[in-house]
C-alpha cells in the first residue's frame, strides 16, 4: 500500500528536524520551522520526545507560537505553557480568532487570564465574554463573533464598495456575508459569488437568500457537525433566543470538532484520552492507563470466579478448558462489530430510544444466522479433534447463546450508558467484554456439566 504524497512530506520533514536536533543544528531547524504551517509544526512536535520538543519549541518564532497552540492537543499545549513566561503566553494570543481564544483562554492560570483579558481591547474583550458566556460544547461556544452584516435595503454596489473599504479586515473563511435588520436580527445570507455576479444597482433583499438556517446558540455541537455535513456548508449564522445575529461557525472549527470526536471514538475504546500525549511522562501515563487496566481486573476477576464455579467439570473433561476461549472470544467480536456500529449511531444521532428496537432485531437476525454459522463450523471442528460429538453439540450450544448475548448487549449498553450520563465510547468495551466472558463461561461450562457428566 502507497504512503499518501503528504504523510511522506510530513515524515521526511520530522526526521529532517530530528537529524537537525541530533547534530546540535539549531540554526537550520529553525530555518525550516519557519517554512512549515501551524499545523506541519504541531504534527512535528507531538512527535518529538519531551525534550527535543522543548528544543523545538524554543526555536520557534513568538510570531508562529499563536497558531501553534491551537492546534495542539491539548496535554501537549499545556505541558508547553507550563513552561512557558506569562508575557510569552500573552504575546502568543495576539493574533488568536475570537473563538480560538475562547478556548485557550479557559486553560490557562487566572492571573495569566486576567492579564489576557487586559490585552485586549474594548470590542475584541466583550467578543470574547460573548462566547465565553456559552457553554464550550454548544453553537455559542463555538462560534467566532467576527461577522460582516448588510442591511437588506442597500444595493450590492454599496456592500461592494463597503467590502473594499474593509479590506483585510474582512474576516477569515468569509464565504457569504449575513443580511439583518436595523434590530440586527438575523434575515438571510448573500452569498460573495452572487454578489459579484448579479447587477450592481441591484438591493441585497432582491439577492440574498432564506435557506441558510442559523444556530440557535444553545445547540449541541453535535448537531452543527450534523448539519454542516448535510447540507456542505461553509459558514452558517449563530442566533439567540431572540433572533439577534451574535456570530458565524466556520468549516475549519467543525472540521476540528469531528476530528476530535473520531480521535474520542478511538482512543476511547482503549480507555485513552483523544488529547493523550504519546510521549508524556512515565508516571503520567501510567496514573491514567491504571484506572482502567483495574476496572478491567476487576472484571477478569469475575469472568474467573464464574469459571472456579465448575472446577470438577474442567477437572474431568480437559478438552473445556482448551476450547473454552474461542467461545468467549468469537462473542467477544461479535459483541464488539454490534457496539461500535451503536455508539457511531448515537454519534451521528441516528439512533435512539426510539428506532432502537429495530436495530436490536436486525443485530439479532444477524447473530442468529452468524450464530448458526459459526456453531456448525466450530462444532464439527471440535468434534473431529476431540472425537466427541457431545462436546461439539455442547460448544455450538454455547456459541449460539453467546452470540445472541451479544448482539443483545452491543446494541443495548450504549444506549443505556448516554442515558446515564457515561461515554459510551469509554465505558462500552470493558463492560461488553465482561458480558461476553461471562456468558460465554457459564454457556459453556454450564451445559458441559449438564449434559457430560
Same mark, same amino acid.
Given at each position: ?110 492571573? #495569566? ?65 449575513? #443580511? ?125 470466579? #464464574? ?61 442468529? #444466522? ?84
Amino acid at each position: 500500500m502507497s504512503t499518501p504524497a503528504s504523510t511522506e512530506g510530513e515524515i521526511s520533514r520530522l526526521e529532517q528536524i530530528q537529524e537537525y536536533l541530533d547534530q546540535d543544528s539549531w540554526r537550520e531547524a529553525a530555518a525550516l520551522l519557519r517554512k512549515l504551517q501551524p499545523a506541519e509544526i504541531a504534527h512535528v512536535l507531538e512527535a518529538l520526545p519531551l525534550n527535543q520538543r522543548q528544543i523545538l519549541w524554543d526555536l520557534l518564532d513568538s510570531d508562529q507560537d499563536g497558531e501553534t497552540l491551537m492546534e495542539l492537543t491539548e496535554n501537549v499545549r499545556n505541558e508547553l505553557l507550563q513552561n512557558m513566561h506569562q508575557d510569552d503566553i500573552v504575546a502568543a494570543t495576539e493574533h488568536m480568532d475570537v473563538d480560538d481564544l475562547a478556548d485557550f483562554i479557559q486553560e490557562l492560570p487566572s492571573d #495569566v487570564t486576567e492579564e489576557v483579558m487586559r490585552s485586549l481591547d474594548e470590542q475584541d474583550r466583550r467578543r470574547l465574554e460573548k462566547v465565553l458566556s456559552y457553554p464550550e460544547d454548544t453553537a455559542g461556544g463555538l462560534m467566532n463573533t467576527d461577522t460582516v452584516t448588510v442591511r437588506p435595503e442597500v444595493s450590492l454596489d454599496v456592500v461592494l464598495r463597503y467590502l473594499r473599504q474593509l479590506g483585510e479586515r474582512v474576516p477569515r473563511d468569509t464565504d457569504q456575508l449575513f #443580511v439583518t435588520n436595523r434590530e440586527d436580527e438575523y434575515l438571510g445570507t448573500l452569498r460573495l459569488a452572487d454578489l459579484v455576479t448579479n447587477d450592481p444597482n441591484e438591493t441585497v433583499a432582491e439577492v440574498m437568500s432564506l435557506g441558510v438556517q442559523p444556530f440557535n446558540v444553545m445547540t449541541p455541537d453535535s448537531d452543527v457537525a450534523r448539519r454542516f455535513e448535510q447540507y456542505d456548508l461553509l459558514s452558517a449564522p449563530v442566533v439567540d433566543d431572540k433572533g439577534h445575529l451574535v456570530g458565524r461557525i466556520t468549516v475549519d472549527d467543525v472540521v476540528d470538532l469531528i476530528r476530535e470526536e473520531g480521535e474520542h471514538q478511538f482512543m476511547g475504546s482503549a480507555g485513552l484520552s483523544e488529547d493523550e500525549d504519546m510521549f508524556a511522562p512515565v508516571l503520567e501515563s501510567s496514573k491514567r492507563r491504571a484506572i482502567w487496566l483495574g476496572i478491567n481486573l476487576l472484571t477478569a476477576f469475575l469472568a474467573s470466579w #464464574v469459571i472456579g464455579h465448575f472446577e470438577d467439570t474442567l477437572d474431568r473433561i480437559v478438552a473445556l478448558a482448551v476450547l473454552m476461549p474461542i467461545v468467549a472470544s468469537m462473542g467477544g467480536v461479535g459483541g464488539t462489530q454490534t457496539l461500535t456500529l451503536a455508539i457511531r449511531g448515537i454519534a451521528l444521532g441516528q439512533l435512539s430510544s426510539k428506532n432502537a428496537g429495530y436495530l436490536l432485531a436486525k443485530e439479532l437476525a444477524v447473530a442468529v #444466522v452468524n450464530g448458526i454459522l459459526w456453531a456448525v463450523v466450530v462444532g464439527i471442528i471440535a468434534g473431529i479433534w476431540f472425537d466427541s460429538a457431545d462436546i461439539a453439540l455442547v460448544i455450538a450450544a454455547a456459541m449460539f447463546i453467546n452470540l445472541i448475548a451479544a448482539a443483545i448487549t452491543g446494541a443495548l449498553l450504549p444506549l443505556a450508558l448516554d442515558r446515564l450520563g457515561f461515554d459510551p465510547a469509554l465505558a462500552g468495551g470493558v463492560l461488553l467484554t465482561t458480558v461476553t466472558d461471562v456468558v460465554g463461561f457459564l454457556s459453556f461450562l454450564g451445559l458441559a456439566t449438564l449434559f457430560l457428566l
